[in-house]
């Protein structure tokens, strides 16, 4: 291939800041986002927060891994790839939430493992089994919203379809700590996906 068959892609000007780079849009920033769980009190109904407070407190998340699962196939000494099922990252995400003194963090991920599966013998109905009939009446969808550095949602969210909590994490108390009180949270989701999705035909 010589340099003729690249076309413009030899222009000086697309190395320099106010040639081609100059019409590139922001990098984004992996402080601009939120999580959003709609509909929360539907699995923990005595969480008397809206949605916002809850988000406020969410530190740290990370955007799962996607990949599609190679098919190889063997032919007189030659191998080949193919492109194969999907893998949805793995199935969990990880989500530190920072409670305050009205442990309000803690009040809704162990009331909503409690409608999973109840652990209280005082409860003569439901311990030692889930308090909902349904998959459906367990989980939630989350939103990762992300935002540009003007506070504006960008074009995409990511979906995580069917979470609920898989583990709330230890918290270390100390007498000579000084730092806030931080749950680490993982959720266990079906898959995730680009919402909305513009690609459905």
């Not at 995409?156 to 609920?164: G, L, P």
């Amino acid at each position: 291939m010589g340099k003729s068959d690249l076309g413009g892609a030899f222009n000086p000007l697309n190395f320099t800041i106010n040639g081609r780079a100059s019409k590139f849009p922001d990098v984004q920033r992996n402080f601009m986002w939120q999580l959003f769980v709609p509909g929360i009190s539907g699995v923990a109904p005595s969480a008397w927060l809206d949605a916002e407070d809850l988000l406020v407190r969410c530190r740290s998340i990370s955007i799962p891994q996607r990949s599609n699962e190679p098919i190889t196939s063997n032919f007189m000494g030659t191998r080949q790839f193919f492109p194969g099922k999907a893998d949805p990252g793995g199935g969990t995400v990880s989500v530190q939430f920072e409670d305050t003194e009205d442990m309000a963090i803690q009040r809704i991920f162990y009331e909503w493992q409690q409608n999973i599966f109840n652990t209280n013998p005082a409860s003569l109905t439901t311990a030692g089994k889930s308090k909902k009939l349904q998959k459906s009446l367990l989980t939630k969808d989350m939103f990762l919203i992300l935002y540009n550095y003007a506070g504006v949602p960008l074009l995409k969210q990511i979906r995580f379809h069917n979470a609920w909590v898989q583990n709330v994490g230890e918290v270390s108390m100390a007498y000579d700590g000084n730092e806030s009180v931080k749950y680490d949270v993982t959720f266990q989701y079906d898959y995730w996906t680009l919402f909305p999705d513009t690609t459905v035909t």
